[in-house]
């Protein structure tokens, strides 16, 4: 019985492996052009970054601050069908705070900052983007004379994300900004 089953199953595997060898075979045809439109590869990468240098803030009673912490960076990028895509940048502060250069005083920096940034196809220089945070002074509890101060947007960091010319994402860093942004 089993001598059987193993002659009628070989059997049915050449007949199956004579119908694949002569089944027609239909030639490739174009497509519509809707339909050859190029699949969008998504990419993503985080990086926690330290942070450490002086920012320069520009206007009246401002000073030198030296800071130290950190920025997570997180980013996505979607290519686009002809080439290039859209770039999605967090980045996020923690544990960020500053020493006045003139004044001695501690500045606290927070926040997190969303940018979204196009990218061109073919070869991708670095995508800069300096997200926006909120510097906090004086930091402890607020006892007259001293006034009140508001947070104050800053763009302290300077970011730059380099990409592959498929979106893939190949390096990012970050760094404190020198002062040419005005603040």
């Given amino acids: 019985m089993r001598g059987h089953l193993t002659r009628a199953a070989t059997r049915a595997g050449v007949v199956l492996?004579?119908?694949g060898l002569v089944t027609p075979t239909v030639p490739a045809m174009a497509q519509p052009a809707h339909a050859a439109q190029a699949v969008q590869a998504v990419h993503?990468?985080?990086a926690v970054l330290a942070l450490h240098g002086?920012?320069?803030e520009l206007g009246a009673g401002a000073?030198?601050?030296?800071?130290t912490g950190s920025l997570r960076v997180t980013v996505?990028?979607?290519s686009a069908a002809g080439g290039g895509g859209t770039a999605h940048i967090v980045s996020s502060l923690s544990r960020t705070t500053g020493i006045g250069q003139t004044s001695g005083a501690t500045y606290r920096f927070i926040g997190a900052d969303v940018d979204d940034v196009a990218y061109p196809p073919g070869p991708i220089a670095p995508l800069p983007v300096n997200p926006t945070f909120?510097?906090?002074w004086p930091p402890g509890p607020i006892v007259p004379p001293n006034p009140i101060v508001p947070p104050h947007p800053i763009q302290p960091v300077s970011v730059a994300v380099t990409l592959a010319a498929d979106g893939a994402i190949n390096a990012i860093t970050a760094s404190i900004d020198d002062g040419g942004i005005d603040n």
Wanted: charged residues 25%; without cysteine.
């Fill in 17 to 19: 492996a004579l119908l």
């Fill in 44 to 46: 993503t990468r985080t």
């Fill in 54 to 56: 002086t920012f320069l």
């Fill in 63 to 67: 000073e030198p601050i030296d800071i």
């Fill in 76 to 78: 996505v990028t979607r």
């Fill in 134 to 136: 909120l510097k906090f």
